[in-house]
């Protein structure tokens, strides 16, 4: 079995894998969204004392598979420093006192490979991760090749729907609150810009967006005037033009792709409106749509888990005394994951 921990961001995860069967075996995650909330936004230092905290807790309750671990594994990229110091921290005292491998795991790839828990690979197959800190569009050819095919120049689709939630004064996080909202809104009341849509260029850009809900907000009043039809009507104007954009730059990889399998992961992927697209343009580029369970979505300890199984296969170990804490890196189009 592998032990795989999870606190890139504000999830506090921890999860027990088979590696024969590819088996969840335990999985447990505890979110610390309510916590963030009155801030409107994930406060780093806060979130690092809080999996101080809650990892331990769940760690308590691995204890009966203990004694037939094989590895652990740990997120160590892309993430808030202080709080992957504290998953890490975690994994290697594990793999200190336990002496057993440890296996680095890049986020994103875990994202990737939320798809396969508990199930066996599909690749070659395009990704496109949407999340509160990434938007891109992934080719996965296979284990140690993916690359890159469109990234956001800017904000990514997750942090531009928190930001257009926390100007109306609606919460945190926002991406679940502006779609349930804008199903009582009007789509084509408001005439939002769909970013890029005049270039060829295949990337995502979503700050001129942002920059167009912000003033249509003031000129209603703002958040502490703004009615309630409007905020609907915003949230509903505002996510149609994602998933414009979203969907215009898709079609410009799909036309140059025999790939014939597609996905979207991420925690935005939980968005139905969005994934209610993304089905018709499978079906008119006669691609396979394949979507994660909802519960795995967000950031969570068993897509860290499913990869490390691979990675366990390929003896791709790192030393628990060398291990980076890679909080940021930049990604362009054409980078190697």
Known sequence: MILSIESSCDDSSIAITSIKTNKLLFHKKISQELKHASYGGVVPELASRLHAIDLPNILEDTKPYIKNLKA???????????????????????????????????????????????????????????????????????????????????????????????????????????EKLAKEGDENRFNFPVPLKESNKIAFSLSGLKNAVRLKIEELGGASKIKRRDKADISASFQKSIKLHLIQKSKKIFKNSDIKDFAIVGGASANLYIRKAYRRLCREFNKNLHTVPLEFCSDNAGMIGRYAVEAYKREIFTNPYEIDIISNRKLTAGTLL
Do not use: C, W
């Open 72 to 178: 652990v594994a740990v997120t160590n990229q892309p993430g808030l420093g202080v709080t992957l110091l504290e998953g890490i921290t975690m994994a290697k005292t594990i793999s200190i006192v336990q002496d057993i491998p440890l296996i680095a795991v890049n986020h994103l790839k875990g994202h990737i490979y939320s798809l396969f828990i508990e199930k066996r690979e599909i690749m070659p197959i395009l990704v496109l991760l949407i999340s509160g800190g990434h938007t891109q569009i992934i080719e996965v050819n296979s284990f140690d090749n993916m690359k890159i095919l469109a990234t956001s120049l800017d904000d990514s689709v997750g942090e531009s729907f928190d930001k257009v939630a926390k100007m109306m004064g609606l919460g945190y996080p926002g991406g679940p609150i502006v």
